[in-house]
């Protein structure tokens, strides 16, 4: 019997014997591992409180696998084992194909296998310190039933998180501020519990290392509104990055080494460049790192210099022109060399009052708006995946709790956010785009259509075999004419998910795509299949078409 699966967590638990008055800042673990291909990788161990040190892995090869330990603390030291794996036994696509990896220039997530990998993901920023464990478990259930894949998470205290955390992650210095030095075991292993529950479900875990507010200068013309925690020094935040890949690497986790950043001010972004490079070097394998800016931040050239940048991730905030901002970030992302995937990891969130001096009266963006931003991130050049946020559930707020940060309006209860249509809308997305080679979309200016300002976004893979529409409303289209003719297969899609559409049908001519409600007892191949609404009960941004100009089936 195998001691663990492929790509499943397997510990290595010592007990220290030195007399260290602070473990965590003062003595390190490194398990030296040799794979049954002959590898030598090496994973660092962390403290989980009083003597008890841990070091988890995630072996990805099966067979017999040896360690030996290295450690400053003499009971660390010299220890040494071997375990045996099997082959992958999860149904979780994390776990059969490997985790998050960028296979070389491309626009393309995937698997350690290969495998590509389109990002769905929810936004959960305040979870770790403001969840309960039975909370999360609902939590988790429900999303990875969605289909989607990924939860963005900030590993410390999110500061315009709904009301008071129920953990705190540090110790308090005398005067009150955070110890960054003497971190609380119970804490972290809270959040391991998350990140472990999460990718049993099939879901990774992206983690903010070091939002904006625990560094020093980050940001500094929101200093009257945001309070600043910590700060973390270069030592400190080092030994937090370790800690973290110590902690969660083996579930599989991604690295964003900033949140809400301007990226900018050079205190705040040498603290940037020190986790990331900790977080690649600690792991045993490459990880994946990023930087989350904040949504008036494209990527700089700065920022695209570095060598630990895997993706590009913007976020085109929260104001109305969310979809345009989409669009600029996207393109600035895909100017860059060399060709990094590109994503939306923070488009407008339902529930959440549009921000801007010109809202007095609260207005907040809908399913629709969500919806549409989404399609139009994808479409216009974020073609790695998307994230999703429902004001609520991000700052994990409770019904019972006032809330009083910022001016983004009051939360709904996180169950209710939970259940926002706008959140399946996102995992239809993800669902019609899985038949295609998404990452290969590129941004093309919309076909002509009646009206004249129907079409919305567009994009087609290098070849224009696939073209995908959004159409903000029932419109005809003028279709581009295919190298080898018309196009041989065009259909509507409606990109609300099961249960909330309509059935659409294609009308030809020549080649023009117009659409139609089908008849009931209508047998066009072309259409999609949700059930019956009036056209006219739909509100803007619903529809989505795909065309398909040479052989196969469309979606």
């Known amino acids: 019997m195998p001691d663990v699966h492929a790509h499943e967590p397997i510990e290595i638990v010592l007990a220290a014997t030195g007399t260290s008055t602070n473990a965590y800042a003062e003595v390190t673990l490194d398990i030296h591992l040799t794979s049954p291909a002959g590898e030598a990788l090496v994973a660092p161990g962390f403290w989980d409180g009083g003597a008890r040190w841990v070091a988890r892995v995630a072996p990805d090869l099966s067979g017999t696998w040896r360690w030996r330990s290295a450690s400053s603390d003499p009971g660390l030291d010299g220890r040494a084992g071997s375990f045996e794996v099997g082959p992958p036994r999860s149904a979780s696509p994390w776990r059969i194909h490997g985790p998050l990896t960028v296979h070389g220039p491309g626009r393309a997530l995937t698997h350690a296998d290969g495998t590509p990998v389109f990002w769905l993901a929810d936004t959960v920023w305040a979870a770790p310190a403001h969840a309960t464990e039975a909370e999360w478990d609902r939590y988790v259930r429900t999303r990875a039933e969605q289909g989607y894949n990924v939860v963005q998470i900030n590993a410390l205290p999110q500061w315009d998180a709904s009301g008071p955390p129920l953990r705190e992650p540090f110790a308090r210095r005398p005067d009150g501020g955070d110890d960054v030095l003497r971190p609380d075991p119970a804490y972290f292993q809270a959040l391991e519990r998350m990140v472990a529950r999460a990718a049993e479900a099939g879901l990774m875990a992206a983690v903010v290392i070091l939002w904006f507010d625990w560094t020093p200068a980050d940001n500094e013309d929101w200093a009257g509104q945001v309070p600043r925690r910590g700060p973390f020094d270069d030592r400190s935040a080092r030994l937090l990055a370790r800690h973290l890949v110590a902690r969660l690497a083996a579930y599989g986790a991604c690295w964003i080494v900033s949140g809400d950043s301007a990226f900018r001010a050079a205190a705040s972004v040498a603290l940037y460049d020190a986790v990331a490079a900790t977080a690649r070097a600690a792991a045993p394998r490459r990880p994946v790192v990023t930087a989350h800016l904040n949504g008036s931040t494209s990527t700089s050239a700065e920022l695209n210099a570095r060598s630990w940048l895997d993706l590009h991730l913007f976020q085109s905030c929260h104001f109305l022109d969310s979809p345009a901002r989409a669009r600029r970030h996207a393109e600035v992302a895909r100017a860059f060399s060399p060709v990094r995937p590109v994503l939306n990891s923070e488009p407008c969130y339902d529930a959440l009052r549009v921000m801007g001096p010109d809202n007095e009266a609260g207005v907040r963006f809908g399913r629709d708006a969500v ?3 989404s399609w139009v991130s994808i479409l216009g050049g974020a073609t790695a995946g998307i994230t999703y946020g429902a004001h609520g559930l991000w700052p994990w707020h409770r019904g019972s709790q006032a809330y009083g940060a910022m001016h983004y309006g009051e939360p709904l209860p996180w169950e209710e956010a939970l259940a926002l249509p706008s959140g399946y809308d996102l995992a239809r997305l993800k669902e019609l785009l899985a038949p295609l080679r998404w990452w290969e979309l590129e941004p093309r200016a919309a076909p002509p259509a009646e009206p004249s300002d129907a079409a919305l976004a567009c994009a087609a893979t290098a070849k224009g075999q696939e073209m995908l529409l959004y159409v903000t409303r029932a419109a005809s289209l003028a279709l581009p004419e295919a190298r080898e003719g018309a196009p041989k ?28 409600k089908r008849s009931s007892g209508s047998a066009t191949p072309d259409a999609v299949r949700p059930r019956h609404q009036a056209l006219s009960e739909l509100l803007p941004g619903n529809r989505a078409g795909s065309v398909r100009q040479r052989g196969g089936v469309s979606v």
């Open 371 to 373: 919806r549409r931003t």
């Open 489 to 516: 297969a065009a259909r509507w899609l409606d990109p609300r998910h099961a249960g909330h559409g309509v059935e659409l049908a294609t009308t030809r001519n020549g080649r023009r795509l117009g659409m139609a």
